[in-house]
């Protein structure tokens, strides 16, 4: 970590904060770097890198200046990774966009693993007002959320019934297409589960 980064207040006294640390460390008087009198907690910082330095031994070799992730590659993946942070997302995120489908079909696909399509359930939660928020394809009463809509809805069971395939029960959006893919198995599995979620 940088010491920029690590003591900002000892910074803020700094009068050259482009200086190395070789340069730094060649220095007679490390106090001539700073505009003094120092702050409190400037000072507690001063005492911690004055110590760093003086348990340090420097080389010949040439400052190196690298980037957090240890490298001096920039790469902006690994930026947005550090300002955002990494989550691990479900392989049926990157089987979807592998896939052979229309680019419609695939935006389709992957607001429905999110949750974002507008059924009825979507609607009543944004305050829309409807004659009914129960499900347009059977008579059960039924709310019209994403999973009864496109899994436990009995006309979306006779679909996936048509290429063979049972729907997991309790499972997660994205885990039941994966168990369903598994019980494809095959190549195209994914484009058929797209395109047979569209004709739903």
């Given at each position: 970590?940088?010491?920029?980064?690590?003591?900002?207040?000892?910074?803020?006294?700094?009068?050259?904060?482009?200086?190395?640390?070789?340069?730094?460390?060649?220095?007679?008087?490390?106090?001539?770097?700073?505009?003094?009198?120092?702050?409190?907690?400037?000072?507690?910082?001063?005492?911690?890198?004055?110590?760093?330095?003086?348990?340090?031994?420097?080389?010949?070799?040439?400052?190196?200046?690298?980037?957090?992730?240890?490298?001096?590659?920039?790469?902006?993946?690994?930026?947005?990774?550090?300002?955002?942070?990494?989550?691990?997302?479900?392989?049926?995120?990157?089987?979807?966009?592998?896939?052979?489908?229309?680019?419609?079909?695939?935006?389709f696909f992957w607001l429905l693993i999110k949750d974002?399509?507008?059924?009825?359930?979507?609607?009543r939660r944004r305050g829309m007002d409807l004659d009914?928020?129960?499900?347009?394809?059977?008579?059960?009463?039924?709310?019209?959320?994403?999973?009864?809509?496109?899994?436990?809805?009995?006309?979306?069971?006779?679909?996936?019934n048509v290429i063979n395939v049972s729907i997991p029960?309790?499972?997660?959006?994205?885990?039941?297409?994966?168990?369903?893919?598994?019980?494809?198995?095959?190549?195209?599995?994914?484009?058929?589960?797209?395109?047979?979620?569209?004709?739903?």
């Amino acid at each position: 970590m940088p010491f920029a980064s690590s003591y900002p207040e000892l910074l803020s006294f700094d009068l050259n904060q482009q200086i190395t640390v070789k340069k730094a460390f060649d220095l007679d008087e490390f106090t001539s770097l700073f505009q003094l009198p120092l702050s409190q907690a400037a000072f507690l910082q001063f005492q911690t890198v004055q110590q760093i330095l003086n348990d340090t031994d420097l080389d010949d070799t040439k400052d190196k200046w690298i980037y957090s992730w240890g490298s001096d590659l920039f790469a902006s993946a690994k930026v947005y990774r550090i300002l955002f942070g990494h989550s691990v997302l479900h392989p049926v995120y990157r089987w979807l966009w592998k896939s052979n489908c229309q680019p419609k079909h695939k935006v389709f696909f992957w607001l429905l693993i999110k949750d974002r399509l507008s059924t009825r359930n979507i609607l009543r939660r944004r305050g829309m007002d409807l004659d009914s928020y129960s499900c347009v394809f059977c008579n059960s009463l039924v709310e019209g959320t994403l999973e009864h809509l496109f899994v436990n809805c009995p006309f979306s069971i006779m679909c996936w019934n048509v290429i063979n395939v049972s729907i997991p029960i309790q499972s997660s959006s994205p885990e039941i297409f994966s168990q369903i893919k598994d019980q494809l198995a095959s190549p195209f599995a994914m484009d058929a589960i797209i395109l047979l979620s569209w004709s739903i």
